[in-house]
T-cell receptor, first 114, second 109 residues
Framework: DSGVTQTPKHLITATGQRVTLRCSPRSGDLSVYWYQQSLDQGLQFLIQYYNGEERAKGNILERFSAQQFPDLHSELNLSSLELGDSALYFC?????????????FGAGSRLTVL | DAKTTQPNSMESNEEEPVHLPCNHSTISGTDYIHWYRQLPSQGPEYVIHGLTSNVNNRMASLAIAEDRKSSTLILHRATLRDAAVYYCILRRGDYKLSFGAGTTVTVRA
């Protein structure tokens, strides 16, 4: 157990639907990162939050949104789902955003869009 | 983004050392070099990181070139459990922290 908790582990839904993925960071970590990993692809950076504020943004689609709450958990919302959104979504956390801070990843949420 | 270049794949025999190279010619002075690995069907896990000096921990060693334009992750005695994708990334603080394709390591029994 890495200390980063992601729910749900698996999710199957239909095109056009909306889902929410949840991440609880490791105790004491203030930064949360979201990544998408499609089949046989590398990890694509989506977005980073630090203590509730957005700090960095990657190639996150407009249909996707995220936020970090006062208790530091984060949610990634995916709407108007398409087949191509099927992927593993990983959340990671770190103490802060400094270069020396190590990322701890969760086990991921596997999204299947039918 | 600060880019890193890694070989697509490497093979090793069990109990032999593995040297994984990473080129990062555009590294800046504040970039830390991080290595993570991803075992099949798991989330990535931290391996090691450093700034300028070589680093050792229980999992591996990190050798950083004097000009910092390249680094090498060293697994001293590969085991079957070390078969994974290894990612070398540069981290400079709040910035798009992207992972490339990494190096797929295969360990032969």
């Amino acid at each position: 157990d890495s200390g980063v908790t992601q729910t749900p582990k698996h999710l199957i839904t239909a095109t056009g639907q909306r889902v929410t993925l949840r991440c609880s960071p490791r105790s004491g970590d203030l930064s949360v990162y979201w990544y998408q990993q499609s089949l046989d692809q590398g990890l694509q950076f989506l977005i980073q939050y630090y203590n509730g504020e957005e700090r960095a943004k990657g190639n996150i689609l407009e249909r996707f949104s995220a936020q970090q709450f006062p208790d530091l958990h984060s949610e990634l919302n995916l709407s108007s789902l398409e087949l191509g959104d099927s992927a593993l979504y990983f959340c990671a956390s770190s103490e802060g955003g400094a270069g020396a801070n190590v990322l701890t990843f969760g086990a991921g949420s596997r999204l299947t869009v039918l | 983004d600060a880019k890193t270049t890694q070989p697509n794949s490497m093979e090793s025999n069990e109990e032999e050392p593995v040297h994984l190279p990473c080129n990062h010619s555009t590294i800046s002075g504040t970039d830390y070099i991080h290595w993570y690995r991803q075992l099949p069907s798991q989330g990535p896990e931290y391996v090691i990181h450093g700034l300028t000096s070589n680093v050792n921990n229980r999992m591996a060693s990190l050798a950083i070139a004097e000009d910092r334009k390249s680094s090498t992750l060293i697994l001293h005695r590969a085991t079957l459990r070390d078969a994974a994708v290894y990612y070398c990334i540069l981290r400079r603080g709040d910035y798009k922290l992207s992972f490339g394709a990494g190096t797929t390591v295969t360990v032969r029994a």
